[in-house]
């Protein structure tokens, strides 16, 4: 898994406390076992995805370390199209997969078939979108890096096997699984970068030739078990989870695309060693995501469940907490980046220091955003919030367009927080309006 990926997204049909009302007035003691074990859960969840951005985090100082300045913009040129169509390229299958686990309405065995074909349905087709955008689409100062782009984009097929396939442990609440499997497709590209610089040396192309190789045991990490993977029977048909992706795929083009925009502009408007250092610190700001993307495995759910609603105390809940601890951890991390700069990356990324300032409100944000769209996902809602992404890149573009003169390349950083913003009023708004309709229906 690559930096500048990251994971966002589920259990069965209870909620904690933390994320629903219902579990609150749950006095019986199965209710009170179910509480606890949703809380330890969510709890161990959050300590797996913590060590996820650990090792992601460790990724990208090696990859800093090992490359520079230069070299990490060149592997972020490099790996542009491979990540910036990782997620759009899933066509909602991440969604719909995991909406049928959960509803446990699919025999398992079959259910992982299905996901297995789809994923290598959709990854297939993404990695030929991705080789033609790396071969045509790259800044003319930047198209020596055309081959290594074109490798890179061998990677989506296995990314997008595993993200599929883990909806199934997701959808069925078995997060030990789904816990495990993340936790080797997050290790598998850093170890293989630490062994690789130990006993071989490392260079651009050999970074981006052990990417795609991460990715392959990644998908073998999800693969392994399955007996029969393709002869054996499977439900439902990849026809038939490709209509059902429609409206899903909509939103995950609008939302994927938006937050990465930032990743498009850097890569078109600004020099190599700029870019180096904005890259190297999109790692670095994960940790700011981490609780309230968690918190969005529980909101699917939560927003799946038919017969509980959230309320509207329960999204006021949910918004205060979360601004309250991602206010209180971004202070932190302000303080805390430029030693942790200076200890990790070493004296050359100094200058990175600033995209982190500006960087770390907009992981912060992101992380909310990433928990509320979860929610309004599982309501069978997928297409509510693509107007507000829509506006919010626009806005995006038009900021950086009268501030790049002026701030340069932190431009991009600053329009970033400016379009994350304003997808926060929006989509909590949104959040807000599907409560009021609960609400109303339970009078």
Known sequence: ?????????????????????????????????????????????????????????????????????????????????????????????????????????????????????????????????????????????????????????????????????TAVDRGRGEFGTYNTRRIIAAAAFPVLLLGTQLFFGMSLSIACSLFVVASIISMAACVVGLRRPLSGESEPSVGSLLRECRPYALNMFATDFFDRLDLLLVTWLVSLEDQGFYAAMVPAVYPLTVIPNTMGLFLFNAGADEEKRLTRSDVHRILASSIAIQTVCTLVFMLLIGFVVQILYGDSFAPAVEFALWLAPVAAIKGILQGLDSYVKGRGKPMASIGCRVVAAITVVLVTWLLLNERGAVAIAMAALVGQVLCLIWLSAIVYADVATNDSSAE
């Open 1 to 165: 898994m690559s930096p500048e990926s990251a994971e966002t997204e589920f259990n069965e049909s209870h909620r904690t406390d933390f994320v629903a009302s219902s579990g609150a007035r749950e006095t019986s003691p199965q209710g009170d076992s179910a509480k606890r074990r949703l809380a330890l859960q969510f709890v161990s969840t959050v300590g797996v995805a913590f060590l996820i951005v650990a090792l992601q985090l460790a990724q990208g100082v090696l990859l800093a370390r090992l490359l520079g300045p230069i070299g990490r913009g060149e592997y972020a040129t490099a790996i542009l199209y491979s990540q910036l169509l990782l997620y759009v390229g899933l066509l909602g299958g991440l969604e719909v997969i995991c909406r049928h686990a959960a509803a446990s309405t699919i025999e398992k065995e079959q259910l992982r078939r299905a996901a297995l074909k789809l994923g290598l349905t959709v990854g297939g087709l993404t990695t030929l979108v991705a080789v033609g955008l790396s071969s045509l689409a790259l800044p003319p100062e930047k198209q020596f890096l055309i081959p290594l782009a074109i490798l890179a984009s061998l990677s989506i097929m296995g990314q997008q096997v595993m993200l599929i396939m």
